[in-house]
């Protein structure tokens, strides 16, 4: 089975940026759709972005213009770029296939606060 590891989340100021990281114990190549999924305190997990096996990416309206989903592959990588960042941004942040495939890795804690 394989297993997903986030990283590079923090503590940012309003308007600042983030890169995290998903890295794939395994082959994600046959993946059809990864994404990037956010779970805010008290609030359900949510879907943000999504890229197919050819990058075609889509984007929830929320972070449309703000946010981009890139993959790598070759690396069983899949990586989100966070730019503009609100206070509502503050999450927990989770890639995974879409729909759900894989078991949920630990995330990577995204806080925008000043």
């Known amino acids: 089975q394989v297993q997903l590891v986030e990283s590079g989340g923090g503590l940012v100021q309003p308007g600042g940026s983030l890169r995290l990281s998903c890295a794939a114990s395994?082959?994600?190549?046959?993946?059809?759709?990864m994404g990037w999924y956010r779970q805010a305190p008290g609030k359900q997990r949510e879907l943000v972005t999504t890229?197919?096996?050819?990058?075609?990416?889509n984007y929830a309206d929320s972070v449309k213009g703000r946010f981009t989903i890139s993959r790598d592959n070759a690396k069983n990588a899949v990586y989100l770029e966070m730019n503009s960042l609100k206070p509502e941004d503050t999450a927990v942040y989770y890639c995974?296939?879409?729909?759900?495939?894989?078991?949920w890795g630990q995330g990577t804690q995204v806080t925008v606060s000043s």
């Open positions: 995974n296939a879409n729909p759900r495939f894989f078991d």
């Open positions: 395994g082959s994600i190549f046959r993946i059809n759709f």
């Open positions: 890229i197919s096996y050819d990058d075609t990416t």
